[in-house]
């Protein structure tokens, strides 16, 4: 192996462990519905969450007895993942039985539903390897990836990897992490399939990208509904890419990707047809109306002008309020004097998903009940986005370039660390904490001792983080032979 490819290497692999270990740094331990579906699998070897109605409205009775949650079973199968490795570990944690003083404020009855019934250091470990085993390394892997395509782009290593912790850290990406949710890795799966039938110099696409990217696309519809804008664009970009060549072809190349997509899209309907009796009635179809979903299909309506503005512009949820930043991807296709710019058919392309996405999601009633977590339905256009807006601020001048970065940067950690549902609220609130971020107090509220040296500790390893991840995006000049 060449020094060259060592290198190389390098770079992809500090990128991976960084954002690996800046996502798990960051958990946040929500039990949310996904986890429901998780548990009962590891627990009783069932998707039937009936041993946990009553905890949170998204679990609702089937038609036909049962309990299940409203949403598809895709991000509960991953976090059932190293639950189950860790299931010895688990059941003795479990055993740990005591119940703590209840505290005089309390703002999440799931907790202290935990904490009463002795609990809640077994939920709280549930949750902390849902993030460290799942949602933490898989964005880590796609954000590492991202930087391994960019080096064979021709992009030198320490700008790939600048590209890479920019996208990964300083946009909504980072506050998405902190717990097990299904939008997160759609936007995963979704962005990786489009890096897979992505070619930078042109060649053919291979039919195993076409089915690797098949894969994920079928998997981000296993998760959610909104997977169907990842099964089309990038259904779409495999029959654009196999006009490149005639060998293998479009229609051999759009088989491959149609018939990796299936297990997904066939375990949906056999998970939908063994809950609920119907192969195609998504489980919202058999919930109690809720005040979403009155409107529309189950919820479902036409795009509304004023929810696609909320969904950009929201304090509480966003996307441009969590990330402004991201506004400078619109001057992206415009801009002609750049170094490395996206080819027209890669940014028709971009545009389309990303197209897609907001009407999807301005069309999904259930995108008003996000103040409840936070920035979540346009997760999957962040990348995308974060990729054109770093195109532009090429162009600016380099104190532009670093102001924005700086701000962007320190936005996502302190949304991220504080985990509230507003710039403003997110500051007041660490402020309030002393600096504790929310498992510590967490952990201190279930029993574990956790004093003043925890927040110590924890912002000098954020602080050289950010040392880090400023050393790599430092992107000199005479660096940009470096690979």
């Not at 991976?16 to 699998?41: D, G, K, M, Q």
């Not at 098949?214 to 779409?236: P, R």
């Amino acid at each position: 192996m060449s020094a060259a490819s060592v290198r190389r290497r390098s770079w992809i692999w500090r990128v991976f462990f960084t954002c690996w270990l800046v996502y798990s740094f960051f958990w946040t331990p929500y039990l949310i519905r996904e986890h429901f579906p998780a548990l009962a699998l590891v627990e009783r070897g069932t998707l039937n969450v009936e041993r946990y109605i009553g905890w949170t409205d998204d679990i609702f009775r089937g038609p036909a007895g049962g309990a299940f949650i409203n949403n598809n079973p895709g991000a509960s199968l991953t976090g059932a993942i190293p639950l189950l490795v860790f299931r010895p570990l688990l059941i003795k944690v479990d055993g740990w039985r005591w119940t703590q003083p209840r505290p005089a404020h309390e703002d999440s009855e799931l907790f202290w539903r935990t904490l009463h019934e002795g609990r809640a250091v077994y939920f709280l470990l549930v949750e902390f390897l849902t993030v460290v085993l799942v949602m933490a390394p898989i964005t880590a892997w796609v954000m590492a990836f991202l930087c391994a395509r960019l080096i064979e782009a021709g992009i030198a290593g320490v700008h790939a990897a600048a590209v890479s912790l920019i996208c990964g850290l300083a946009t909504p990406i980072l506050y998405r992490t902190a717990h097990l949710n299904h939008n997160l890795l759609v936007a995963d799966a979704g962005f990786a399939a489009l890096l897979l039938i992505w070619d930078p110099h042109g060649r053919p696409l291979r039919i195993r990208n076409a089915a690797l990217a098949g894969l994920l696309a079928g998997y981000a519809v296993l998760c959610d509904f909104s997977g169907l804008v990842v099964l089309a664009v990038a259904a779409l970009y495999v029959w654009l890419r196999g006009g490149d060549a005639t060998t293998p072809g479009r229609w051999p190349l759009l088989a491959a990707y149609c018939i990796a997509a299936a297990p997904g899209i066939v375990a949906l309907m056999l998970y939908q047809a063994w809950a609920f009796g119907s192969l195609y009635h998504p489980s919202q179809h058999y919930m109690a109306p809720t005040a979403p979903t009155v409107h529309g299909y189950r919820g479902f309506d036409w795009p509304s002008p004023s929810l696609m503005w909320a969904n950009f512009f929201d304090p509480r949820f966003g996307l441009f309020a969590y990330c402004p930043a991201l506004l400078l991807a619109f001057a992206a296709p415009f801009l002609k004097r750049v170094r490395k710019r996206i080819p027209p058919r890669e940014m028709r392309t971009v545009w389309l998903y990303f197209t897609l996405f907001v009407l999807f999601c301005a069309a999904n009633q259930y995108s008003w009940l996000q103040p409840l977590t936070g920035f979540r339905y346009l997760t999957p256009v962040v990348a995308v986005l974060a990729l054109l807006a770093i195109a532009t601020a090429a162009a600016l001048p380099r104190a532009a370039q670093w102001l924005i970065l700086v701000l962007s940067f320190a936005q996502s950690l302190v949304m991220a660390a504080a985990h509230e549902n507003s710039l403003r609220d997110s500051i007041a609130s660490l402020w309030q904490r002393s600096g504790d971020l929310f498992w510590m107090i967490r952990l201190r509220e279930a029993g574990v001792p956790v004093n003043w040296g925890f927040p110590v500790l924890a912002w000098a390893v954020v602080a050289v983080i950010c040392w880090w991840a400023c050393v790599l995006i430092d992107i000199r000049e005479h660096q940009d032979g470096s690979n």
